[in-house]
DNA sequence: CAAACATATGAATATGTATTCAAGTGTGTA
DNA sequence: TACACACTTGAATACATATTCATATGTTTG
């Protein structure tokens, strides 16, 4: 009885929080998302820029960076006639570099 | 003339890398996949013990473990009868506490 | 070896979702 | 006001993928 916060047995995030997560997830699962979650990270570019950029339709990246939005990852600022988006904040920036930590851990020599 | 490393003209994250991580994030995109993930988080612990406790089947379970062991998330071993899986290193749940944090990060007030 | 248990795998299905195309909304400007 | 530009939105499509059910593989023990 000494445990207050755990909801389950396990883990110190609990259970409500993890359909949460996992749309966040889903959200950098694509590649084109990600890619444009890396174009706005450090400071805030237009729609167009990061068509051109990254060599996707205006249209495909716009519905991206509205699931974003929505997702609250990024953030729409108007500067006439463009929009301009930027990284909700920092957390997002330390997520990827976690992961990509992750994916230069040696990996254990394995059978298969 | 002065950067050296960048592959295109953002991010510290190499363009080559967008893949692989896109591919992890989606592992972590999935709220049954995630709940997995943090149930073998901390100890190893076997295949049916997970179902039992999340209420999925086993044979989702097995599913979901055999994705998650290609991307090298978890890995198994096997005691006798039962086939055991952890995590695979730290950073996996670095990444989902820096998530977790950027939930609870405070929304600034938006008209939508 | 046979039976019982634990896990893995394959096929089938149903549901989600990334992308495109065409048309719509909003904003500055001639 | 009309036009061009920047972005958004909706519908259609093609493709991926989570889940289930049935069956197979592997492991211990009688």
Same mark, same amino acid.
């Given at each position: 009885?000494?445990?207050?916060?755990?909801?389950?047995?396990? =883990? *110190?995030? !609990?259970?409500? #929080?993890?359909?949460?997560? &996992?749309?966040?997830?889903?959200?950098?699962?694509?590649?084109?998302?990600?890619?444009?979650?890396?174009?706005?990270?450090?400071?805030?570019?237009?729609?167009?820029?990061?068509?051109?950029?990254?060599?996707?339709?205006? =249209? *495909?990246? !716009?519905?991206? #960076?509205?699931?974003?939005? &929505?997702?609250?990852?990024?953030?729409?600022?108007?500067?006439?006639?463009?929009?301009?988006?930027?990284?909700?904040?920092?957390?997002?920036?330390?997520?990827?570099?976690?992961?990509?930590?992750?994916?230069?851990?040696?990996?254990?020599?394995?059978?298969?």
């Amino acid at each position: 009885m000494t445990n207050k916060t755990k909801t389950s047995t396990n =883990s *110190l995030i !609990s259970e409500e #929080l993890v359909p949460q997560l &996992a749309d966040l997830f889903s959200m950098m699962g694509d590649t084109s998302r990600l890619r444009i979650i890396l174009s706005c990270l450090h400071e805030p570019i237009s729609v167009s820029h990061i068509a051109d950029q990254l060599e996707l339709s205006q =249209s *495909l990246v !716009s519905h991206h #960076l509205r699931l974003l939005k &929505a997702a609250r990852m990024v953030r729409a600022e108007r500067r006439g006639k463009q929009v301009f988006y930027v990284a909700a904040d920092q957390h997002v920036q330390c997520v990827i570099e976690d992961m990509a930590a992750h994916v230069s851990e040696p990996h254990g020599v394995e059978d298969e």
